[in-house]
């Protein structure tokens, strides 16, 4: 009797155990632990003292050509003294595991441990700490390019509400909300002076989720499987955005994004028009992952319902409204 096909599976981390002391050379007190299954598994590696991260591909979800140019941002960043996690290479020299799945061939990577926790509700300071951080990459990767998805008009906002459509018919409110604001985002990109925004490598999934902070307050990023080519205010306009959401207090949270603010610039100078651009980029960006959870149905399939299209909608206007109304203000 042969096997039933499947479309993913979660390896064993028994069998993942066995296969890093191999391929690593690690020792026999080396433990595996799944810690999440999500668009990548992770799982978790003690050797003695020494821990790692294995991240192991959704099949199909990155080519081994896209890991690759992922692995090698991630040596340009360590190279200049970014704290990241990076890549380990394996007893061969090699970065890249082929490991084979019920599914298929699906790929592994194995990165250094980001010391420290994760800190959601987060202080002024350790803001800072985030937005000087978030500079250094940039610095590092400003003007540059890999061989990765080129975040515009068209995967921001037009492909994702595309995606989107497979689910919720386009009538619904929401979906005609996201369609007008599309509109309206891809009129504002096109407006904007782009000599005077700075294009680069972006991470485009810096929050709170994706890096740990020491008791020095010290951050160290991680996980840049959504790394492509774009805007760099991309970057801090996402990360404005999560801390909007996270802090309910409107008068903390503006003294927490100045606080970042401050901390990006205190290494590297924003544009006014970079900065006019942060709440336009933040909606495209909320409107881009609605569009990952509807490419990765398998994923995300208890989110997409028509109530859950409220909620994320919801937050979009909420954050809409807030900057619409601070312009006023102004």
């Not at 970065?95 to 926790?117: C, M, T, W």
């Not at 000087?132 to 003007?143: P, V």
């Not at 590297?268 to 881009?288: D, N, Q, T």
């Not at 992952?289 to 208890?302: A, E, K, M, P, T």
Request: aromatic residues 14%.
């Amino acid at each position: 009797m042969t096997n039933f096909p499947v479309t993913t599976s979660t390896l064993s981390a028994t069998a993942l155990e066995q296969f890093v002391k191999e391929k690593y050379g690690l020792s026999e007190n080396c433990t595996c632990k799944l810690f999440r299954t999500g668009i990548n598994h992770t799982y978790f590696i003690a050797d003695n003292e020494t821990k790692y991260v294995l991240r192991v591909y959704f099949y199909n979800w990155r080519s081994k050509s896209q890991i690759l140019e992922e692995v090698n941002l991630l040596h340009l960043l360590k190279e200049n003294q970014v704290s990241i996690s990076f890549p380990i290479a394996d007893k061969k020299g090699r970065f890249i595991q082929d490991i084979n799945a019920p599914e298929g061939i699906r790929h592994a990577v194995l990165f250094s441990y980001a010391e420290g926790k994760k800190i959601r509700s987060m202080d002024a300071a350790t803001c800072f700490s985030i937005g000087s951080l978030m500079s250094k990459i940039h610095t590092t990767t400003a003007n540059k390019s890999i061989e990765r998805i080129n975040y515009d008009i068209e995967t921001l906002v037009q492909l994702p509400y595309e995606y989107a459509k497979q689910y919720f018919s386009e009538t619904i409110e929401e979906m005609e909300f996201i369609k007008k604001q599309s509109e309206k985002i891809s009129k504002i990109f096109k407006k904007t002076a782009l000599t005077k925004v700075t294009k680069g490598i972006v991470h485009l999934d810096i929050w709170y989720d994706n890096m740990n902070i020491n008791d020095k307050n010290k951050a160290t990023i991680f996980d840049f499987d959504f790394c492509g080519n774009g805007l760099l205010i991309f970057d801090v306009a996402y990360f404005c955005k999560q801390l909007f959401h996270i802090e309910v207090n409107k008068a903390e949270y503006e003294l927490k994004v100045e606080s970042f603010l401050k901390g990006y610039q205190s290494t590297r100078a924003l544009s006014k028009e970079e900065i006019k651009m942060i709440p336009a980029a933040g909606v495209a960006i909320w409107i881009f992952y609605l569009g990952v959870q509807s490419q990765r149905f398998d994923w995300s399939n208890i989110f997409l319902t028509e109530i859950y299209l409220k909620m994320y909608v919801g937050r979009m206007k909420s954050w809409i409204e807030y900057n619409d109304s601070k312009e006023n203000m102004r």
